[in-house]
């Protein structure tokens, strides 16, 4: 995968974001709740869910986001509430990749409504993956490579 790029990860709160930050970084996924904005293998940019799920926070996602060269939507399947506003990938001006997370316990309608979620809140491009299985990286690596 291009190291050079930065990436900003945007999701609700257990989205999955920190998780998938680990397997991207070749680190033990270990759940931890995320505080404050960190920065993982120098490359990815960690938020909270909070700054997506409280509309007065979302400032600082695109002010955070001013340090990255793609933004990367993050959707738990599983989640009842959708939290990414219709065309929301407007805000940035910036490639916006869709990613959905936890397929391996997600049911296929789930990962359908995920998918079409992402799409409505503008992201080009959505792949499914897996941390915990570690599927759909490949995909997703060739195409961050094209950017």
């Given at each position: 995968?291009?190291?050079?790029?930065?990436?900003?990860?945007?999701?609700?709160?257990?989205?999955?974001?920190?998780?998938?930050?680990?397997?991207?970084?070749?680190?033990?996924?270990?759940?931890?709740?995320?505080?404050?904005?960190?920065?993982?293998?120098?490359?990815?940019?960690?938020?909270?869910?909070?700054?997506?799920?409280?509309?007065?926070?979302?400032g600082?996602?695109?002010?955070t986001?001013?340090?990255?060269?793609?933004?990367?939507?993050?959707?738990?399947?599983?989640?009842?509430?959708?939290?990414?506003?219709?065309?929301?990938?407007?805000?940035?001006?910036?490639?916006?990749?869709?990613?959905?997370?936890?397929?391996?316990?997600?049911?296929?309608?789930?990962?359908?409504?995920?998918?079409?979620?992402?799409k409505?809140?503008?992201?080009?491009?959505?792949?499914?993956?897996?941390s915990?299985?570690?599927?759909?990286?490949?995909?997703?690596?060739?195409?961050?490579?094209?950017?």
């Amino acid at each position: 995968m291009t190291q050079q790029k930065r990436m900003i990860l945007i999701g609700k709160t257990a989205a999955g974001k920190t998780t998938l930050c680990q397997y991207l970084t070749h680190q033990d996924l270990v759940y931890h709740k995320t505080q404050t904005i960190a920065v993982m293998g120098g490359q990815f940019i960690d938020t909270p869910g909070e700054y997506l799920e409280r509309v007065r926070m979302r400032g600082a996602l695109s002010v955070t986001a001013a340090d990255a060269d793609i933004i990367l939507f993050v959707q738990d399947p599983t989640a009842k509430e959708k939290m990414f506003p219709p065309a929301y990938a407007g805000s940035f001006a910036k490639p916006v990749v869709g990613i959905v997370t936890k397929s391996d316990i997600a049911t296929e309608e789930q990962l359908k409504d995920a998918t079409e979620h992402l799409k409505a809140a503008g992201a080009n491009h959505i792949f499914v993956t897996s941390s915990v299985a570690g599927t759909g990286f490949k995909e997703l690596f060739d195409y961050l490579d094209t950017l």
